[in-house]
């Protein structure tokens, strides 16, 4: 049944009737009717600067107390993990899940992930979208430890793409998939009760959740973290890292005048504010992605607002082919899950170590990870080495000729080359490893050819190099 316009203006009609067809299910129709009649009215989803103020200082994870330890493990029994699984690594040039990827040997993120979950104990359970759901628990049930009275996935819904001239739902013929977009990851909660899984979790005798990113593998389920946030009984945590240059275009910690924590993604800053938005000694914080739910405080929220969070609305601007920059503009309706912090009374973060924020978004962090400046652990954690000579590492790959993993493979046939001694790798142009080639210091190569240049077995390179 299609909802009344005296809730919804009549404008949604048409995105009712082509949603109702997709058989999504009414919680999720009104929530995004929600966020249609903000568009429709004019909101922005902006949070200007003059709104909100830094956060000067929070507690920090390597100075918990050791009595925490114990807290956790005892809650450990109450506390599930799900991950975000519904990437389909489309920007590395793959069609299917990013966390099939191989990382570490022939072990992918989800053989990592799943053997993480039997050193904790912890049932996992993962938020696929509808083209990651088949691949990734093909994968998994080789795991039989997996098996509970838990389900081991839930599906992210999908919403209709807006037409930025009229506000209509968008079409296009040639791929009509193109006319539809997931709704961001802040419909997990959203999607945790349509599926059953909330309530699942709760029948069960759960408590908490721990979600994360499957492509962070940084990101483990933590007994002292977890031991804090249970003692404290805080309802939601966002575990945040110090700002670096590198994340200043990312979203980052703030709060409102009457000190609720809130989240501000880039896409949510003014253009009036940018520079006070990529000011890192001002916003110092930014969300790792990896969080902590009190599951029965989110299902007391959800109780009291009809299941709808209302978190804040992210406008994205897109075409409806994105591949196609002439084809129509759309407006992509988006929420994040950790804008969730500011739905809770008492929502609390807590400053976390990078290691515990290892994300791989390209092709530059895939060959680290692969390579031995990172280790898997007899626990199955990924970090990085400890015997790693040097405090950081960066690895930038040019875009022509390592985009994409195939073409990272081919150019790589016997895997990275050591990065142990190695504080930055950059290459310009296109070049062919050898096996057991060694990388120190600060290492430059440059190819202005038009043809690949090999880099022989064995070789040792530290410096700048230009062909």
Known sequence: MISSPTTHSLKFIPFAERMQAEGLPPVFIDTFAYYYELLVNGETGLIPEADIEPVASLPDSDLLPDSLVA?????????????????LGTGMGLEKAKSLLPIKGDLTFLDVI?????????????????????????LLQKYDHLANKLPLSFVQHKEPKVL???????????????????PGHGDIYAALVTSGTLAALLNAGYEYVFVSNSDNLGAVLDGRILGYFAEKNFPFMMEVADRTEMDKKGGHLAQRPDGQLILRESAQCPAADEAAFQDITRHKYFNTNNLWINLLALQKVLDEQDNMLRLPMIRNSKTVDPRDPASPKVYQ??????????????????????ARFAPVKKTDDLLAVRSDAYLLTGDDHVIPNP???VDSLTVE????????????????????????????LS????????????CRGVVELVNVGGTAVSIPDGTVLSGSYRY
Request: proline share 7%; with cysteine; hydrophobic share 45%.
């Open 387 to 389: 015997a790693r000579t």
């Open 164 to 182: 930025q001239a009229n506000l209509s739902p968008a079409e296009w013929p040639a791929d009509p998939q193109l006319a539809w977009c997931p």
């Open 71 to 87: 807290v956790g493990e005892a809650a450990k029994r109450k506390t599930a993990v799900i991950k975000l699984n519904g990437g």
């Open 114 to 138: 799943a053997r993480q979950s039997k050193q904790t104990g912890a049932p996992l359970i993962l938020m696929n979208s509808f083209v990651t759901e088949a691949d990734s628990l093909a």
């Open 333 to 354: 309706l988006e929420t994040a899950m950790g804008s969730a912090i500011a739905v809770f009374a008492g929502a609390a973060a807590l400053r976390v170590p990078r």
């Open 427 to 438: 290459i310009k142009g296109d070049f062919v490893f050898g096996a057991n080639v060694v």
């Open 397 to 424: 790959l040019n875009a022509a000729h390592y985009k994409f993993v195939n073409d990272l493979d081919v150019r790589f046939p016997y895997g990275p080359p050591s990065l142990l001694d190695c504080e930055k």
